[in-house]
């Protein structure tokens, strides 16, 4: 998926990048909507690619449009996640998922 995506941002040789940031979800392991079961770190790996394809072939300008967040209180740590790599914060200790759980994970 990746490939493909970097190789449509190629092809229009952009002077910037766009996103948009959308959380839609409740707690992402059980999102009834998209099903994404995307955490935290997720979001972070995520914030990783966005960073590295502007600075490669943007020059590292970024444009990020927020919207959305079911989850209010979830939404802003997966922001926070995804703002630590794109701002190339990895100096900091990560902020901890407080609701890194999966059902199957019990004994």
Do not use: W
């Not at 229009?12 to 079961?37: A, E, M, S, W």
């Not at 959305?68 to 900091?92: K, P």
């Amino acid at each position: 998926m990746l490939t493909v995506v970097k190789s449509h941002y190629l092809y229009f040789f952009p002077h910037y990048l766009t996103i948009k940031n959308l959380y839609l979800l409740y707690v992402p392991q059980f999102d009834p909507n998209g099903r994404q079961c995307l955490t935290i770190e997720g979001y972070r790996k995520i914030g990783k690619i966005v960073h590295d394809l502007a600075k490669q072939h943007s020059d590292g300008r970024l444009v990020i449009v927020q919207e959305g967040g079911y989850h209010v209180t979830y939404s802003a740590y997966c922001l926070h996640a995804f703002l630590e790599s794109v701002l190339s914060l990895a100096s900091l200790p990560p902020l901890p998922d407080p609701i890194v759980y999966y059902p199957e994970d019990e004994p």
